[in-house]
């Protein structure tokens, strides 16, 4: 693709793209999710077979384990990228081992 066409499909991309963000934010009042449409449904075969609410098993809403637990994973993954980058990016094999990620 030439230079010009590149600039022209990202220019139509942006537009298009801004074009559906206004009109929903224009059109859209409130959009309900999906467990304000589900809910009533699975509320209703809950109670024919009499299936009551439990607990969780972790318990999230009490202070910020859900953030920390977030970040712990954010964290191992950014340990095993940062320390397999080189391999990753380079595509080299080390000490005759057969890289599993290939960027060829």
Do not use: C, H
């Amino acid at each position: 693709m030439s230079n010009k066409m590149k600039k022209t499909v990202i220019i139509v991309s942006l537009l298009i793209f801004i074009g559906i963000v206004v009109y929903m934010a224009f059109t859209y009042d409130e959009v309900p999710g999906a467990d304000e449409k589900l809910g009533g449904v699975i509320e209703e075969y809950t109670q024919k077979v009499g299936v009551t609410e439990r607990d969780p098993f972790i318990n999230t809403d009490k202070g910020d384990i859900l953030l920390f637990l977030f970040a712990i994973a954010g964290l191992t993954s950014g340990f095993y990228l940062g320390y397999s980058w080189k391999n990753i990016v380079s595509g080299k094999v080390e000490s005759g081992k057969k890289n599993k990620v290939s960027m060829n």
